[in-house]
């Protein structure tokens, strides 16, 4: 079967690579000169499997309210006017607000961690087959807290982890200073924390960009520089995607027995020329890459920091830093002032944690992509939809909000499954499946 991937991020191409596997002929189209570009180009960097908790919960109403006039909030709700395609960030808001609830927090939350443990296993697999080296660091993720209240809450939420076979642990202060003292200079205001050793950290983009290179050495086209115009279908049948080379300006229509769609935030648009409709919006998040300068101070266990939700991973001898989610629809600028004050807060909450471990000056610098910022395709559940439309030949897998990274090799193999006529083995809601 020809199958045509929409997106060459670390969904499309881990797709890419499960295709190749079973035999498909795999064509991947992408508007960026490479591989990984937009949204996998430069995130937290953790495989976090068991920090994998959906973002409407009980409490996350009256949070929302209460930071929607902080330009640095952990989650910042810009309200778009409800004119053109304003309305559905409303809507997607409304859906949102139904999930706030223990029951629905707990649906999801099985959901993702079965989603995250295929995942990772899937990830092992294909390391172990093709040996790429990602600076992966095997070593967990921490979780520490600089207020009690949050502390005591955390014991609550390793206990619903706990009870879909996550590890995660409860520690103290001291505990956690032993899992990585590089904190111990902040230790101060530490009062606590979580830590799950399966978990582990590594470069997104420099993983998808080799992954990408074994897929064309056995036989996968890339086709960088197209702008995806729209789907093609025939009755209720896809046909292919209307492409325009961004070089040349010429257009054409790339025919295939099967197209998927990973395009991130863009999914959606894409999807509603067809009349497949999802409910998949955009989340800025922002990120900040920083020169190690003191590499024996600098943590080597990937961590979150509670109080302002940004995560840490040390990559070779740089820091990635990230954090923070804004819904303000496709705006990618850094220059406003709501994007210069989060980029801030990162550099000076490093500064804060780790004093003079990181050059943290705006300049980009050695090849790392410095400040950046990059648009988590986000559904109200958090939950991506992996699987088939109604559009007999048309697939879809997005929506996978801050855990792209995490579930990336999984969702890959398991659209390939499907495409493939099989079923993956894993409890989870696959589109356009029914359930069981």
Known sequence: MKVLILGAGIIGTSTAWHLLERGHEVVVVDRQPAP?????FANAAQISVSYCEPWANAQAPAKVLKWMFRKDAPLLFRPQWPVGDGWRQWMWGLRFLAECNDAAFERNVQQ?????????EALKAVVAATGIDYHRVERGIAHYYTDEKSFDDAAAGAAVMNRYGVDRRVVSRDELLAIEPAFRSFAHRIVGGTYTPSDESGDARVFTEELARRCE??????????????????????????????????????????VVVACGSYTAGLLRGVGVHLPIYPGKGYSATFRILQPERAPWVSTIDDEVKCAMSRLGDHLRVAGTIELGGFDLSLDTPVARARCEMLARRIEQVLPGVCDTRLEREGGQPGFWTGLRPATPTNIPYIGRTKVRGLWVN?????????????????????????RPAMDFRFYGYPAG
């Open 112 to 120: 993702l961690v079965a989603l995250g443990a295929y995942s990772h």
């Open 36 to 40: 990984a570009r937009e949204t996998s």
């Open 217 to 258: 050495a056995r036989g996968a086209q890339f086709l960088f520089g197209r702008d995806i115009e729209q789907l093609q279908a025939e009755g209720c049948a896809v046909t292919g995607a209307r492409v325009r080379d961004r070089a040349t300006g010429g257009a054409r229509t790339m025919q295939a027995d099967a």
């Open 398 to 422: 997005a929506g996978h909000g801050t855990l792209g990274w995490t579930h990336g090799a999984g969702s890959g193999l398991a659209l390939a499954e499907l495409i493939s006529g099989q």
